[in-house]
C-alpha cells in the first residue's frame, strides 16, 4: 500500500470524526446558551410578588 494513500484514508477518517463529533456537540451547545439567556431574561418569581 502506498503511504500516501494511508495517510489519505486516515485523514479522510478523521475529519469524518471531527465533523460527525461536531453535529453532536454543536446542538447541545446552542442550547444550553439560550436556556443560561432565557433564565437571565426571566423575570425572578420571588421578586414578582
Do not use: C
Amino acid at each position: 500500500m502506498n503511504p500516501k494513500h494511508a495517510v489519505f484514508i486516515w485523514t479522510s477518517y478523521a475529519l469524518t470524526f471531527g465533523v460527525l463529533l461536531w453535529n453532536w456537540l454543536a446542538p447541545r451547545f446552542r442550547r444550553n446558551e439560550l436556556r443560561r439567556q432565557l433564565s437571565e431574561d426571566a423575570p425572578d418569581e420571588e421578586n414578582a410578588e
